[in-house]
């Protein structure tokens, strides 16, 4: 595929600057105190200290499929949201929602959930710092102001409980400084890329009081255009800020309140339509991946708030306590175009707004004995409600011929639960630790489902009603979880684990009780039995790092979301998102991340997930067709592959360089299985130099999607409208970045 002058560029550049450095080593081998400052072993990889059971522990040392990337790895990986993690986590699919910029759709091992609406929940938990965050919207966080990203991987229901069916992701921010400390950085790119990130924090001369705050501004043109009105199709305008105060009055108290926002006011996102739409056979497929034809506003607008106060105790020289109480919440107004063209085949407004309540105590003991590990009480209380509004055969001849449909959805969804947890690892003997660990969550969802007919688009006069209930469905749920590790050497530790987690239901805020009775019905927890063989490995005196996890998970009650079709009394076609509990099914899967350091300079690093999933029951008007389904954001194949190279330079400063390329087979995005919106194989190039001049002063120069592949993330398949649509990955992009750290 042809490349532009940029993209030759960086990729010479990327070429040259892996043999440079070489020459800057030479130049600098005179230089006694370079000699002199050289680690130990520089050969040795960098230890990684996680989070992932809730105590501090070295990601070699803890027996958990867990990736994890310090800020300085980020860095040096371009890592700018949490959707650049693909392809550099195995097993993990993870993008922007459909037409949005902030809301996250996260898949690990094919197991989440793609609708962002108000009622359903996510099957992969986001956290940050120790807050979970119910909702999707506003998730795809800008990574700013981070310490590091731990991602687990396989259900993690015992420390984390509720709808970390998939897994967890972590966000975890910079420590508050005992000394005064900031960063800015500028940096401008290809389609109007325009960011800056800036932080500053310090301590009073006791270090008592410690504070940082820390912004973040991204902007960009979009990559097409609604070719009537000229406006930017997903033009990028997004703002991020944290604030954090310390009290630390003692070695043995401390306290933390932090607050954040995100404001997203960028355009919708774009939609190729992939065929004509029988409905208006008017208008061909554009050639852009990115242009519309669409005569709806431009409205995609989210914001995202919270606050956390974090209380650390040490209550002896065995315990110590943690408090963790947060408020969290987020609204959007959101215009969607289905069809993607100038009349209302099907145009949809939404708002959602939601609130939570969290309230976590955690207790941890270690008396440096043989036992040691963490319990906890956690509780939440939240709501999530919205508005849906639907205008479908909006236009002439279907409006004149009476066929159009006004349908309006809305409600409230709440949820409150409560959970006690524990786990502790009892050290048998040297070698031999087995790990334990239980939690017990009451959860209690109750719904307001208004769902009507409206006879205009002013939604004020209804006609008819599809579904008008409320409702209250409580579940308890118990999941355990075991896991026994050798260590067989200092060097290998093997592990075998089981474990069980949930996906919590409720009921469909869709619901057409009239058309569909089922959908009136609640929702059961969607439930995984979890069996994993793991090694953690560490060779050549920490040169070489290989982890591996195989792991078969079961599925039972699974949940998805699915458009379905129905006749009208006029003989016209109708359809609503339903929700419903599928059936069960099965996910086998190998995983594999390995880092290599040759020699002082060189560093290959890279990951590849094997997933063979099958449903056993997949029950449709009341036939099983299990055999004609598959799992969705579930590739068979994946993996990426990094070189990087960083030397220090003579005059104090270092250049650094890196390649990488990531790939997977084919992938259905969505659960009608269209092989319109699945995506085939693929693969993408991505390429990066960083130059750090002295210790204050970086530039960075990054490419990525460097052979400019068209990629499909996501699409809609609605056979009754005549809509085929997909959502695109980027295009080529390549930045550059300025960056002062004092």
């Avoid at 921010?173 to 960011?195: F, I, Q």
């Avoid at 739409?277 to 709806?296: I, V």
Wanted: with cysteine; net charge neutral; aromatic share 12%.
């Amino acid at each position: 595929m042809k490349l532009t002058s940029l993209s030759v560029a960086i990729g010479l550049a990327t070429g040259l600057f892996c043999v440079l450095p070489v020459h800057a080593q030479q130049a600098g081998d005179d230089a006694v105190a370079a000699d002199t400052a050289k680690p130990k072993n520089a050969k040795q990889l960098d230890t990684v200290v996680v989070t992932a059971r809730k105590r501090e522990e070295t990601l070699q040392d803890v027996p958990i499929a867990v990736s994890a990337f310090t800020a300085q790895a980020l860095e040096r990986q371009n890592v700018q949201s949490l959707s650049d993690l693909q392809g550099k986590v195995p097993s993990l699919q993870i993008y922007a929602a459909r037409g949005s910029n902030t809301t996250l759709t996260a898949y690990i091992r094919g197991v989440g959930q793609a609708d962002p609406t108000w009622g359903f929940d996510p099957g992969v938990g986001i956290y940050l710092d120790d807050v979970y965050l119910a909702r999707p919207q506003g998730a795809v966080l800008d990574v700013f102001d981070v310490s590091r990203i731990e991602v687990l991987r396989g259900p993690q229901g015992t420390l984390y409980g509720k709808n970390t069916i998939g897994g967890a992701i972590k966000y975890v921010a910079s420590p508050l400084p005992v000394k005064t400390e900031g960063s800015v950085e500028v940096t401008g790119g290809t389609h109007g890329e325009k960011d800056v990130k800036a932080s500053l924090g310090g301590a009073s001369a006791d270090a008592v009081w410690r504070g940082r705050i820390a912004y973040a501004s991204s902007h960009n043109d979009g990559f097409g255009k609604d070719i009537l009105t000229g406006s930017r199709n997903g033009n990028k305008n997004t703002n991020a800020a944290r604030a954090t105060i310390g009290f630390f009055p003692s070695n043995a108290f401390n306290m933390q309140l932090s607050v954040d926002g995100v404001r997203d006011n960028s355009n919708p996102r774009g939609a190729k339509m992939l065929v004509v739409n029988k409905l208006d056979p008017a208008y061909q497929p554009l050639d852009s991946d990115f242009d519309t034809r669409s005569g709806f506003p431009q409205v995609n607008h989210t914001k995202l708030y919270g606050s956390a106060l974090t209380m650390n105790w040490i209550a002896s020289q065995d315990w110590s306590l943690k408090s963790v109480t947060a408020v969290r919440g987020s609204y959007t107004d959101t215009n969607i175009d289905f069809d993607t063209l100038p009349e209302k085949i099907a145009d949809v407004n939404a708002v959602y707004a939601d609130h939570q309540f969290t309230q976590e105590f955690q207790a941890n003991y270690d008396a440096g004995g043989t036992v040691h590990g963490v319990f906890g009480l956690y509780y939440f209380d939240g709501h999530a409600d919205g508005q849906i509004k639907n205008i479908f055969l909006g236009s002439p001849p279907y409006s004149t011929l009476g066929l159009t449909q006004y349908g309006g959805t809305g409600g409230r969804m709440g949820t409150k639960s409560w959970a006690g947890y524990g786990d502790f690892t009892w050290d048998i003997s040297p070698s031999w630790s087995l790990d334990v660990g239980l939690r017990y969550t009451h959860e209690t969802k109750t719904a307001l489902i208004q769902n009507y007919g409206y006879s205009d688009d002013t939604f004020t006069t209804p006609v008819a009603t599809l579904a008008d209930f409320s409702g209250s469905h409580a579940s308890s749920n118990v999941s355990p979880k075991v896991s026994l590790d050798w260590s067989v050497s200092d060097q290998v530790k093997l592990y075998a684990s089981y474990s069980e987690g949930f996906h919590s239901g409720g009921y469909n805020i869709r619901a057409n009780c009239v058309a569909v009775p089922a959908s009136c019905r609640p929702i059961d927890d969607e439930k995984v039995q979890s069996f994993e063989l793991g090694s953690k490995m560490s060779f050549f005196d920490g040169a070489l790092m290989m982890n591996t996890a195989l792991f078969r998970n079961v599925y039972s009650d699974i949940q998805l979301s699915v458009f379905s079709s129905y006749t009208l009394p006029n003989g016209s076609q109708g359809f609503f998102g339903d929700f419903t509990n599928a059936g069960k099914g099965h996910i086998d899967g190998l995983e594999e991340e390995f880092a290599w350091k040759p020699s002082e300079n060189w560093t290959l690093s890279g990951n590849f997930a094997y997933l063979h999933t099958k449903y056993t029951k997949y029950m449709t008007g009341g036939v099983n067709v299990a055999d004609q389904q598959k799992f969705t954001n579930a590739p068979k194949w994946s993996g990426g592959l990094s070189l990087e190279n960083s030397t220090p330079l003579a005059n104090g400063g270092n250049l650094s360089a890196r390649i990488n390329y990531t790939y997977q087979t084919m992938v259905y995005p969505e659960t009608t299985l269209s092989p319109l919106i699945a995506q085939s194989a693929y693969g993408l190039w991505n390429a990066g130099v960083i130059w750090q001049v002295n210790q204050p002063w970086s530039l960075s120069l990054q490419g990525t999607n460097l052979a400019n592949k068209s990629y499909r993330t996501t699409g809609y398949n609605i056979g009754a409208l005549g809509i085929y649509t997909g959502f695109y990955g980027a295009p080529r992009m390549v930045t550059l970045s300025a960056k002062y750290k004092f």
